[in-house]
């Protein structure tokens, strides 16, 4: 059964937007009533039981263990837990009541500083250290790594606290722990150990963020990134993310409209920005590495008042840095500041906001395969520019600012509300080789584009959330509605003379690009401005019954895209063409159904049936608007997570099906018909936790058979029936082990190292030929070095040396280009070295 999608197309009326925007009103004062008739009551903070069994130990391992057993977030002193012993905690209880259990008899306080985390403290030392204006004197160290790489609970998987072994869906958590050992230095880095995902890495090349594929299909920003369980906008250009900036990231695989709208069936990713802590925090980092990488980074938060009723966090970083491509930079500038009231336990408002400037090369680098890789063309080195440097360039600027509220009401319902705005300006010129091939075996043809754009987005989503008992069965209960908007604006002018660019001996002085035509019609080919909005409510019912737990989910979502097209400003204008107005309505049903059963061994099974869909741009012969594309997924699998290690192992199986994919109109040629279909099946393997002895594993292995299932015939007799979809290998396989040494005379280092497996691919089919050439496989290495001088000097508490590379044997790999007979030079070695200072 595929999504329900319902049209209503070429209409040129703003009806939509006023309705969506009364919808708008309507959920949202719907939603506010409840807190305002609550309001004079003041809620208590929604307390979930769960079963303990921590012996009496030494109280910072006793802590680690209640951490992970409730998914709180802790803040304490190391001098505050030094030398402690806990107290045992066995049975079934609050976990507030646990943790005021646990440290019983030490001397040590709990304070509730919000939803899921409290902070330790000596009430006797805290009270001498008020001075006369009641500011907290005493700087206390935030400890929030302790979960390691095991994350017990996710919210982007249900847009609810749940249990990850609950979720009958895949979903990874990259902790801040692994984010941290990994040293990761972009998006790309952040899921090349995680199933399912086969990063692109793309060294020197236009800074579009991070390209992707998940589960056979690919994925670049638009509809796969989420930033706060919020878009990160409509524009593919909004997704230069930092990530240190981050600290977690998950990955939500699979049809996911049911809570998100429109997106590939493939998945999506979901990034956690920094929250003010609850403690002090003050670090300072410098970094330097290969392709001349300097780095400075600073991350400043706690407490504002003595009540820690406000605290607020800055994080800022600032890098200029080469690349392996001669004259491609990789400049950042990052400053992101947050600020959090909690007036109460039940109480949370935290403002988000975010400045980007960044500069990168312009340059497509779509490298000829047959020089590359088929070694029947001259080969071209992978640091040659394939731009004008100083001309060529993406300077980019994000301006973003939003919000995250809950409230827990004392009748039971939660409440949550986000919000961001985000304006972007891109001035960028991109160049591109046509033909990708060497011309006399040794030339490219360079040509030029002027391509200036900005936009704006906003992104809203909120939702009510109730935990209850009917019969013998709990429900936790989730309604809710998002609303999007986005406006893109973008010309492209191109140059109408190339660089004959010679490989052996590179001149790019003697280069002017001409923008006009017969030298006077000098005006952009491409001038628009495309509108997006889009409304969706949606409905959640978890259902526990015995050991069985039962998701049911549905939403349904309409959409606008509307077109301006400013023609009469092109060089279609000297035609006489006029501008023109298209609007495409689009309204879809998803759902997902999905059921799970946990043993009492660890051992949780589940299936689940999940849809999503996708507008599409374009029209057919007759005119007619493309209807959007549907996904349809059956997923069965299992996880494991016993009570007496702190991991967690996945397995799941998936078959995925997309329609109403663009194929070859038999008709009339040079046209589509929606009749194409693709469908990706597969396994996934995932084990990661902590085996003891100070080791930290994560591992992953991904069996992916992606190909075109129906197409019809070209003109040039070519059907891709049956071929592989492009870039999406059969196998993936990542281990990544971390050790911190537990021996005395070490105590402080830690060593981690990895590799990372991907299968040879295949490159776009030669709609001409029906030709489909091949990258071959390969295999990275990298590690990480890092030591703690503190640990053994105390005079150098909170200084840190780590010292990381990627690709260490420096090996030749490529991933298929955005051609036929183009690949993209992946990245060579790069070993760089951060000096970290921490108080």
């Not at 000098?522 to 997006?532: A, N, S």
Request: hydrophobic letters at 35%.
């Amino acid at each position: 059964m595929v999504p329900t999608v319902q049209r209503n197309t070429k209409t040129h009326s703003t009806r939509i937007g006023r309705t969506l925007l009364v919808h708008l009103m309507m959920t949202t004062g719907l939603m506010a009533l409840p807190l305002g008739t609550a309001l004079p009551v003041l809620a208590q903070q929604a307390d979930e039981t769960a079963a303990f069994a921590i012996p009496a130990q030494p109280l910072p391992a006793a802590l680690t263990s209640f951490i992970r057993r409730s998914g709180w977030q802790i803040s304490y002193s190391s001098d505050l837990v030094r030398g402690k012993r806990s107290a045992a905690v066995n049975g079934t209880m609050s976990a507030s009541a646990a943790l005021q259990q646990l440290v019983a008899g030490t001397g040590i306080s709990v304070r509730i500083s919000g939803p899921r985390s409290a902070a330790l403290y000596d009430p006797a030392a805290q009270a001498a250290a008020v001075g006369g204006d009641g500011t907290l004197l005493e700087q206390l160290t935030v400890n929030n790594e302790d979960t390691g790489y095991v994350a017990t609970d996710t919210v982007t998987a249900t847009k609810t606290d749940t249990p990850l072994v609950k979720v009958p869906q895949s979903v990874s958590v990259i902790t801040e722990k692994e984010l941290k050992d990994r040293q990761v230095t972009d998006l790309n880095d952040i899921v090349a150990y995680t199933p399912g995902v086969r990063a692109v890495d793309y060294p020197g090349g236009q800074g579009i963020g991070a390209i992707f594929y998940m589960r056979g299909f690919r994925h670049q920003s638009q509809r796969a990134f989420y930033l706060d369980g919020l878009r990160n906008g409509y524009n593919p250009y909004d997704s230069n993310l930092e990530p240190y900036g981050l600290e977690q990231v998950n990955v939500l695989r699979g049809p996911s409209s049911v809570l998100y709208g429109d997106a590939l069936p493939g998945g999506l990713v979901d990034m956690r920005t920094k929250r003010p802590p609850s403690e002090p925090l003050h670090e300072l980092g410098v970094e330097y590495g290969s392709n001349n990488r300097r780095q400075v980074t600073g991350d400043f938060g706690g407490p504002i008042d003595a009540e820690g009723k406000f605290s607020y966090r800055l994080t800022v970083l600032h890098r200029e840095s080469d690349t392996q491509v001669d004259h491609s930079p990789d400049d950042m500038l990052y400053i992101a500041p947050a600020f959090t009231w909690t007036p109460n336990d039940a109480t949370q408002v935290t403002l988000l906001a975010q400045y980007q400037k960044w500069t990168t090369g312009g340059s497509e680098q779509s490298l000829p395969w047959d020089s590359a890789i088929g070694g029947t063309a001259a080969p071209i080195p992978t640091d040659l520019y394939l731009g004008v440097p100083g001309l060529t360039e993406w300077n980019g600027e994000t301006k973003s600012v939003g919000y995250q509220f809950e409230h827990q009401f004392d009748n039971g319902w939660t409440f949550r509300n986000g919000a961001r705005y985000t304006h972007t300006e891109l001035d960028y010129i991109s160049s591109w080789t046509d033909p990708v091939t060497l011309v006399s075996n040794r030339y490219l043809n360079v040509y030029l584009q002027d391509r200036p754009r900005d936009s704006d987005s906003f992104s809203f989503d909120s939702n009510l959330s109730k935990d209850f008992q009917f019969g013998q069965m709990d429900h936790k209960v989730l309604l809710g509605a998002g609303f999007g908007y986005s406006r893109i604006w973008e010309s492209r002018t191109n140059s109408s003379n190339a660089l004959a660019l010679d490989i052996n001996n590179p001149d790019y002085s003697s280069y002017t690009p001409n923008w006009c035509y017969l030298g006077v019609y000098c005006r952009p080919w491409f001038d628009k401005t495309l509108f997006v909005k889009q409304f969706g409510v949606y409905a959640q019912d978890q259902v526990d019954w015995n050991n069985f737990t039962l998701t049911l989910s549905g939403r349904y979502d309409w959409v606008e895209n509307k077109t301006e097209n400013y023609a009469s400003r092109t060089l279609s204008g000297l035609l006489g063409a006029s501008d023109a107005v298209d609007t495409v309505q689009d309204q879809a049903f998803t759902y997902r159904a999905g059921l799970a059963y946990s043993f009492d061994n660890g051992i949780t099974p589940y299936a689940s049936f999940s849809t999503s869909f996708e507008p599409q741009a374009g029209t057919a012969y007759n005119g007619s608007d493309f209807e959007p594309t549907t996904g349809q997924q059956f997923e069965t699998g299992l996880r494991f997570k016993p009570d007496w290690w702190n991991g967690l192992f996945s397995a799941s199986y998936f078959h995925i099906t997309q329609q109403n994919v663009t194929s070859s109109d038999p008709d009339h040629s040079g046209y589509s018909v929606q009749t194409g279909e693709v469908q990706s099946q597969g396994f996934e393997l995932e084990a990661s936790g902590e085996l003891g002895y100070g080791f930290n594993l994560h591992a992953s292995y991904t069996y992916t058979d992606a190909r075109v299932t129906k197409d019809n015939t070209n003109a040039n007799g070519v059907n891709k029936t049956g071929t592989r979809v492009q870039a999406v290998p059969y196998n993936t396989a990542s281990v990544w082990l971390n050790y911190d040494f537990q021996m005395p005379a070490l105590e402080g280092l830690s060593v981690g190292a990895g590799v990372r497996y991907v299968d040879s691919s295949l490159t776009f089919v030669d709609t001409s030929t029906g030709a489909q050439l091949e990258v071959p496989d390969y295999t990275l290495l990298d590690a990480s070095l890092s030591y703690d001088f503190g640990a053994k000097m105390p005079q150098l508490a909170g200084l840190s040396l780590t010292l990381s590379g990627t690709n260490l044997t420096d090996e030749d790999y490529y991933s298929p280009g955005f051609y036929s007979n183009s690949v993209i030079a992946g990245r060579g070695r790069t070993v760089k070295a951060k000096l970290n200072y921490r108080w």
